[in-house]
Nanobody, 115 residues
Framework: VQLVESGGGLVQPGGSLRLSCAAS????????MNWYRQAPGKERDLVAN????????TYTDSVKGRFTISRDNTKNTMYLQMNNLKPEDTAMYYC?????????WGQGIHVTVSS
């Protein structure tokens, strides 16, 4: 099982980034997919969630209207489009795949929002 994040980096406030999470080794379409983030000295928090088979989505309040989670079950890939980024979005972002029995994590990718 692998979850590999990409697309992070340094961006100025107000800018955009698109994170990707490439999955392999499990039946991607059957898993709930999540993006979490962890800022230095803070707990890991759920940012966005998408139900299995491309169902419903949820977002933490601080990113509503700015971030969009999506998935392509034909490519076994999940995305997080992040617009109007703010310094408080700076964190390590983690991809997560979950069912009632399994819980897989990526290694994380840095996102830094700074001028």
């Amino acid at each position: 099982v692998q979850l590999v994040e990409s697309g992070g980096g340094l961006v100025q406030p107000g800018g955009s980034l698109r994170l990707s999470c490439a999955a392999s080794g499990f039946t991607f379409r059957g898993y709930e997919m999540n993006w979490y983030r962890q800022a230095p000295g803070k707990e890991r928090d759920l940012v966005a969630n998408m139900a299995s088979y491309g169902g419903s989505t949820t977002y933490t309040d601080s990113v509503k209207g700015r971030f969009t989670i999506s998935r392509d079950n034909t490519k076994n890939t999940m995305y997080l489009q992040m617009n109007n980024l703010k310094p408080e979005d700076t964190a390590m972002y983690y991809c997560n795949a979950k069912t009632a029995w399994y819980d897989y994590w990526g290694q994380g990718i840095h996102v830094t929002v700074s001028s």
